[in-house]
């Protein structure tokens, strides 16, 4: 059934009006983001000419090409790099989230600020940075040496280790943020409750901190694995030529092999991956939230 | 006799918060299997009486034993006691039958027990049929019977309450005052209950204590703290209290003539044998609403004693009439008489009245 009131009419020029406001956003998504996906995808299919460039031509063969072992390799190592890095980032995140969550709000703020400092600086001034740290006459071997930990410099910059260290750093605040505003809407006296209900300290945060905070683990875990799988910079800087990531791989194709069709390829693999992943995810997470819209 | 033997022994029991004593020097002796209520306004201390019984703040002075034990170095997860959060604390994340049995399942009891005693516990509290559900699907009342089967099912020695009912509406919280003592009964299990409502505080207990600024005032069962009141706080903050004080002018036998600067005559009032009065004391007379009669005659019955006053207010509450009889410049009294005490329409306002009592439903306090 339907029921007309008299506002009803002060609605239309409403909608219009919100058409417009909307309109930049959408111009801008439109043009920028959904018609070069779209040329990607339709490049994805073409083929390489003798001298670069495209020719317009139908093929599945850049697909058939990413079948190849030296591909699934890099893609393997890649998605084994990122969830390094999610993982690591989780395990150092959570106590440092946990921490601040329970912290006074005045001291929230402080501990917050300090965890986006880093942002102020361009990342690729910080990765150089990273640079300086760990080659093989940088800052933490000379320390080692010194303090006599090691007798000859660890070869640390230009591997997987300086790879994961470097999009660890970069991405842990992705990590503590999401963490952060999960555990802090956890209510204190739940946890006492448990507590009351002869949980160990382990128990309480096994079956109720984590179970609660999931939203925020799996927020937090989309957002480091999502860009660290998908870091170019980083592996290329601090990676080296031993270190190659998907990123890499695609900025190679696009730039140094002119092979934009392969290029192309590997970017639609890597986001249905990504998509893959996200929906997974977020079908983890749907039992929880459904559950507390209920009611 | 078992019933009689403590179950919770609290001496000389400190909190600071900061500056300020939150608990202050409290004693008390709770009997295994009674229904205790810790009474008293808001910032009382009471709270953190209970917070330090179930192990969550750390006394600064003194000894809580359960069941004879010290509990000085036992952490809240090992203590033979379980707490009724205000605000329920149910787990969202588990349903109901989760919920009641994560207390056994931490204590590592089997499955198959486990199963058995969430059954019996929910039966107890009456929601079996709901067992599946997740806390945010429950009503108020319902939350408020999780919280209880989950405390339950460890067979506690002591159920800790913190306001039980301060958060369901004025019929549900009468339900559950009955309830909530039935199932103290069913269980058998000694209960420590904090509340500021003295209503709440007089059904349930069978003894109560009331504790103001961090101080016990009193102990005793409901009757004798409404009848026997030790302090005027404890009169006023248990039931409606009329008030007269007074200086001692002469004593005359057991009566002492009693001058109060807010009356016009001198009062003499007969005392208890138990207190001790001498000249010049000051004296506070209480006396119940319930306990004052109002009559239009000015010589009363043997044993009695009457205050000649007038009508000031007259508040019409369907089975009775409440008077507010004006006895001097600043003394009102509440009294309470049946509806047809006067004829239909009753006394109104202005009409002269003998405000009358039995000698002995006065309590007379010394200071």
Request: glycine share 8%; with cysteine.
């Amino acid at each position: 059934m339907k029921v007309s009131f008299p506002v009803r009419g002060t609605e239309s020029p409403g909608r219009a009006l919100s058409w417009w406001l909307l309109g930049p956003g959408l111009l801008w998504i439109g043009l920028l983001f959904f018609v070069p996906l779209c040329l990607v995808v339709v490049i994805s299919f073409a083929n390489r000419g003798t001298y670069g460039g495209i020719v317009w031509s139908f093929s599945l063969t850049n697909y058939l090409d990413l079948l190849h072992p030296l591909y699934a390799r890099i893609l393997g190592q890649s998605i084994l790099l990122a969830a390094g890095t999610t993982l690591l980032c989780l395990v150092m995140g959570f106590p440092l989230a946990y921490y601040i969550a329970r912290a006074t709000p005045k001291h929230q703020g402080i501990w917050l600020l300090l965890v986006m400092i880093p942002f102020w600086t361009n990342f690729l001034v910080r990765t150089y940075a990273w640079m300086f740290i760990l080659r093989t006459e940088g800052l933490l071997n000379t320390l080692l040496l010194k303090l006599g930990l090691i007798a000859t410099p660890v070869e640390l910059l230009y591997s997987n280790t300086a790879v994961v260290i470097g999009l660890v750093y970069g991405y842990l605040p992705f990590m503590v943020l999401p963490l952060f505003a999960a555990l802090e809407r956890v209510d204190r006296t739940l946890v006492e409750a448990a507590w009351d209900l002869y949980a160990t300290r382990w128990s309480v945060f096994r079956r109720v901190i984590l179970p609660l905070a999931r939203p925020g683990v799996m927020a937090g875990c989309l957002l480091v694995f999502i860009p660290s799988l998908g870091a170019f910079l980083t592996p290329d800087l601090l990676g080296g030529a031993r270190s190659m990531m998907i990123g890499n791989l695609i900025q190679h194709e696009f730039l140094v092999a002119r092979d934009w069709p392969l290029g192309a390829a590997i970017s639609c693999v890597l986001m249905l991956l990504v998509v893959g992943m996200m929906a997974w995810s977020l079908r983890a997470m749907t039992p929880l939230s459904r559950r507390e819209h209920e009611s | 006799m078992v019933e009689q033997s403590a179950s919770i022994e609290i001496t000389s029991l400190v909190k600071r918060h900061g500056a300020t004593l939150a608990v202050d020097h409290v004693s008390l002796t709770v009997r295994r299997g009674e229904f205790f209520s810790l009474l008293g306004p808001s910032g009382a201390g009471k709270t953190s009486v209970l917070r330090m019984i179930a192990g969550f703040e750390t006394p600064d002075e003194g000894t809580i034993r359960i069941d004879g034990r010290s509990m000085e170095t036992v952490p809240p997860n090992r203590r033979p006691v379980n707490l009724v959060f205000q605000s329920y604390a149910l787990f969202p994340h588990l349903t109901v039958a989760e919920n009641v049995a994560f207390g056994p399942r931490m204590q590592g009891a089997p499955r198959n027990e486990i199963a058995s005693r969430v059954r019996v516990a929910l039966d107890m509290v009456k929601l079996s049929s709901k067992e599946e559900r997740v806390p945010a699907q429950l009503s108020g009342g319902e939350q408020q019977r999780v919280a209880l089967a989950r405390a339950l099912v460890n067979r506690p020695a002591v159920l800790l309450l913190d306001e039980p009912l301060s958060a369901l509406d004025q019929q549900l919280r009468q339900e559950m005052q009955v309830e909530l003592k039935s199932i103290q009964e069913r269980a058998a299990c000694t209960f420590v209950c904090v509340t500021h409502h003295q209503e709440e505080a007089l059904t349930m207990s069978d003894r109560v204590a009331v504790m103001d600024q961090g101080r016990v005032l009193q102990i005793g069962s409901p009757q004798n703290l409404y009848e026997s009141p030790t302090s005027a706080f404890v009169a006023r903050f248990i039931g409606i209290s009329n008030e007269l004080r007074g200086i001692v002018r002469r004593i005359d036998g057991e009566r002492a003539v009693v001058q109060s600067p807010d009356l016009s005559g001198d009062l003499q009032i007969t005392l208890p044998i138990h207190i001790p009065v001498r000249e010049g004391n000051v004296v506070t007379l209480l006396l119940r609403p319930e306990r004052l009669r109002l009559s239009t005659a000015a010589q009363g019955l043997n044993g009695e004693q009457s205050l000649a006053g007038s009508i000031d207010k007259v508040l019409y509450s369907g089975s009775d009439r409440r008077y507010m009889v004006r006895l001097g410049e600043r003394v009102v009294w509440n009294v309470r008489v049946p509806n047809d005490e006067f004829g239909r329409n009753g006394l109104s306002r202005g009409d002269a009245i003998n405000v009358r009592w039995q000698i002995s439903d006065a309590v007379v306090l010394t200071e």
